[in-house]
């Protein structure tokens, strides 16, 4: 999977191979390893800890700044546009 259509070239797809309470650890779609540290605020949430290993588990590639070393709280797509559909009478 190679992530082409972005204007940004800091924000890459990355796949989770590791999560401790500390840190996250990914690959990149290039074959880099980064270690992406967790706030304070993101080692209390255990909801956020459940959903690094679901992801972990399920193989999803998440998008990262490589340089920020930062996980992204939004997936890929933009904000859904309203779609207005007629009524029927």
Do not use: C
């Not at 070239?9 to 390893?33: F, M, S």
């Amino acid at each position: 999977m190679k992530l082409r259509d972005t204007n940004q070239p800091n924000i890459v797809a990355a796949k989770i191979i590791n999560v401790t309470k500390r840190n996250v650890t990914v690959i990149t779609e290039d074959g880099h390893l980064l270690r992406i540290p967790l706030t304070q605020q993101y080692r209390q949430d255990k909801t956020l800890h459940a959903s690094l290993v679901d992801i972990l588990k399920a193989g999803i590639w998440i998008p990262v700044n490589k340089k920020l070393k930062k996980i992204f709280n939004y997936d890929w797509l933009p904000a859904p546009t309203p779609v207005t559909v007629p009524a029927k009478n």
